[in-house]
């Protein structure tokens, strides 16, 4: 029993009150129990006051003006309860309005048999997603979304005709908030069968609708290193993202696997980790391959000159529809626009000169250690010709840059040896454009080892000016 529980039970107690949906679903699969539902038969606001102040100090506000709902947040948030009043004249005819079967469960807040009139709990045995009502998408398109996440997060099968039905409620997303649609697109690639869900929305009509972006990639055919599609190719670099997520070190090498976990396992944005941040990068990194595809008049090979700077803006501009938080969008768009630049350096004289890992990490600063992972992650799915050669290849030079990335995300870069306004009066020139130039000269150089006082860097900076 969660703790959230116990004080509902003694706040409540002696109130017609159910604990419902998701929450009685979750016992019974024996999951924590650290956020749950419960409907009253009476006022939601002094049920959910009378639980706050039970709880101490407990957080509690109105949630909804449509349905009357309430929210109480623990004061350590470790659990949180949304009130709600019961919708219908009984608990039944509130069951039967909910979304799906395994949803549709209640459980007297006092304790007692379930209450299960539309057989969720046998639905749950048999692994099996059925919407509560022919009316279930009519009533909140949310639900194709819904249906989708739920399928990879509880591991369960739609059948046939809920699926039918979400099939036909799809083109209503477009009138649902985004805000909601990413609240679902969020948890369904945060999963581990986000390629599931991604695939399941596609049979549903959904992507269209919520990611056409990602629906244009379909048959978009790619030169002879490549083995699918763009689309195809894009699924195959999230399972590979996963896989780095999951167990960074089986594929990195353990020299570093902590440290991969640690800064894959970090809050980012959106109620997002730096991990699951980087599964967004993995679905959006090739978005603009329809928009630059051309083919080469002397051999006919295909290209997409410039779909990594375009991609970025689409990246962007995809999760700004999306109403995601401006750190999440400048994250993304980082992992994209960057994305190609490891793979540039396979072709560059090995072991790369620190000054080319500097330039490289000054370029991907902020993603440094991710757009390395992501860069695997795209190489891995990429197996046409040659592709066991070119796999060996970058990930000689991924092992080598990622211990200098992850430094340099610990210790950040060098200090400047001189400040630009001192250089500039050294120099005898204006602060302007071309001192922006020098410092950073003069910092590759320093991150390089070839200057390490303020003297030696002061001649080579008299040195380059004079030399244009």
Not at 266 to 278: F, H, Q
Not at 451 to 463: C, D, G, M, N, V
Request: hydrophobic share 45%.
């Amino acid at each position: 029993m969660s703790d959230g529980l116990e004080v509902a039970r003694a706040a409540l107690a002696g109130r017609p009150a159910w604990l419902v949906g998701g929450a009685v679903r979750d016992r019974v699969l024996g999951r924590s129990l650290t956020d749950f539902d419960l409907v009253v038969d009476g006022d939601p606001e002094q049920a959910a006051r009378a639980l706050a102040n039970t709880a101490g100090r407990a957080a509690c506000f109105a949630l909804s003006e449509d349905f009357g709902a309430w929210r109480v947040v623990a004061r350590d948030k470790a659990w949180q309860a949304d009130v709600e009043q019961l919708r219908g004249e009984t608990l039944e005819a509130d069951l039967v309005l909910r979304d799906f079967t395994v949803n549709a469960i209640a459980e007297p807040i006092e304790g007692g048999a379930p209450i299960d009139p539309l057989g969720g709990l046998e639905d749950l045995t048999a692994g099996r997603l059925r919407m509560a009502g022919p009316s279930a998408f009519a009533d909140d398109p949310l639900r194709v979304l819904r249906l989708v996440r739920m399928a990879v997060e509880l591991e369960l099968e739609p059948e046939p005709q809920t699926s039918r039905a979400a099939r036909g409620y799809a083109g209503e997303l477009r009138a649902v908030s985004a805000e909601r649609v990413f609240g679902e697109l969020r948890r369904i690639l945060a999963t581990q069968r986000a390629r599931h869900g991604i695939e399941l929305m596609g049979e549903l009509g959904a992507t269209a609708v919520v990611l056409g972006e990602l629906e244009a990639l379909r048959g978009v055919e790619q030169n002879r290193f490549h083995h699918l599609d763009v689309y195809g190719h894009t699924l195959e670099v999230l399972d590979r993202t996963i896989e780095l997520q999951s167990d960074p070190g089986a594929i990195m090498g353990e020299a570093h696997g902590i440290e991969f976990a640690a800064l894959l396992a970090e809050p980012l944005a959106n109620e997002l980790t730096r991990g699951e941040a980087l599964r967004w990068g993995a679905l959006l990194h090739d978005a603009a391959k329809p928009l630059t595809r051309g083919v080469r008049p002397q051999d006919g090979r295909v290209t997409f000159i410039g779909h990594d700077a375009r991609g970025a803006e689409l990246a962007r501009a995809v999760l700004g529809r999306l109403r995601a938080s401006e750190r999440l969008r400048a994250h993304v768009a980082a992992l994209v626009r960057n994305h190609l630049r490891l793979g540039f350096l396979v072709h560059e004289p090995q072991p790369l000169s620190r000054r080319t890992v500097y330039s490289y990490l000054r370029a991907c600063e902020s993603v440094e250690v991710d757009v390395t992972l992501l860069s695997v992650a795209d190489r891995l799915a990429t197996r046409g010709d040659r592709a066991q050669e070119s796999i060996d290849s970058h990930m000689r030079v991924a092992h080598e840059m990622l211990g200098d990335a992850l430094r340099w995300r610990a210790e950040g870069r060098p200090q400047p040896l001189w400040r630009g306004d001192e250089l500039a009066k050294e120099l005898g020139i204006r602060v302007g454009p071309r001192v922006g130039e020098l410092l950073e000269d003069l910092a590759e150089g320093q991150y390089a080892g070839e200057l390490s006082t303020r003297e030696q860097a002061l001649a080579y900076a008299r040195t380059q000016l004079a030399s244009g």
